[in-house]
């Protein structure tokens, strides 16, 4: 009897927990939303600097509201192909960031996936609260693809966007 209820109180736990990752989720989308529909503002840079460490520039749409970053959206064109990220902070805290490369056909890698337009790909998308990981989903990238280093190095990568971005505002 005390293992069935151990196992009943397991179980539970399990689902809960798994109820209120889902009801972060939805959180999540939630606020990640307003940058699609709320921006006054959208601004755009081109750069030389490889503010995304792909070995080439980056090309920056960067929307806001109120002065508020809503959605940060860059491109860099490396020589393998194109690189296509999009952070979305909630008050400069990094909530989801959505990841797309697509390959040039002389260097899609054997562990790519084709996408809508036929091309060799791989993307990711990536949900964070307080600054931790709590879900991620990635089709395309290798089998040594690790998740929680890649997610540190978008932190990373979101963190020098905005420090980029806050030294050219008060030029």
């Known amino acids: 009897m005390k293992r069935l209820l151990s196992?009943?109180?397991?179980?539970?736990?399990?689902?809960h927990?798994?109820?209120?990752?889902?009801?972060?989720?939805?959180?999540?989308?939630s606020l990640t939303r307003l940058g699609y529909d709320n921006h006054d503002t959208v601004l755009y840079y081109l750069?030389?600097?490889?503010?995304?460490?792909?070995?080439?520039?980056?090309?920056?749409?960067?929307?806001?509201?109120?002065d508020q970053i809503q959605r940060i959206i860059c491109f860099s064109h490396p020589p393998e192909g194109n690189v296509a990220i999009e952070f979305y902070p909630y008050?400069?805290?990094l909530l989801f960031v959505y990841e797309n490369e697509e390959y040039v056909e002389e260097k899609v890698p054997a562990h790519a996936v084709r996408n809508f337009k036929g091309l060799g790909s791989s993307e990711s998308?990536?949900?964070?609260?307080?600054h931790q990981l709590i879900f991620w989903k990635a089709t395309g990238y290798s089998p040594s693809f690790t998740a929680t280093v890649?997610?540190?190095?978008?932190i990373i990568r979101f963190d020098n966007l905005l420090t980029w971005y806050d030294k050219r505002k008060n030029k």
Do not use: C, M, P, V
């Not at 196992?7 to 689902?15: E, G, K, N």
């Not at 460490?53 to 806001?64: F, P, V």
């Open 150 to 154: 890649h997610a540190r190095d978008l």
């Open 7 to 15: 196992l009943a109180l397991f179980l539970f736990s399990i689902i």
């Open 125 to 130: 998308r990536f949900y964070f609260w307080n």
């Open 91 to 93: 008050h400069k805290q």
């Open 47 to 66: 750069t030389k600097k490889d503010l995304l460490t792909t070995g080439a520039g980056t090309e920056i749409y960067l929307y806001s509201y109120k």
């Open 17 to 29: 927990l798994l109820a209120q990752d889902s009801s972060l989720l939805k959180k999540i989308e």
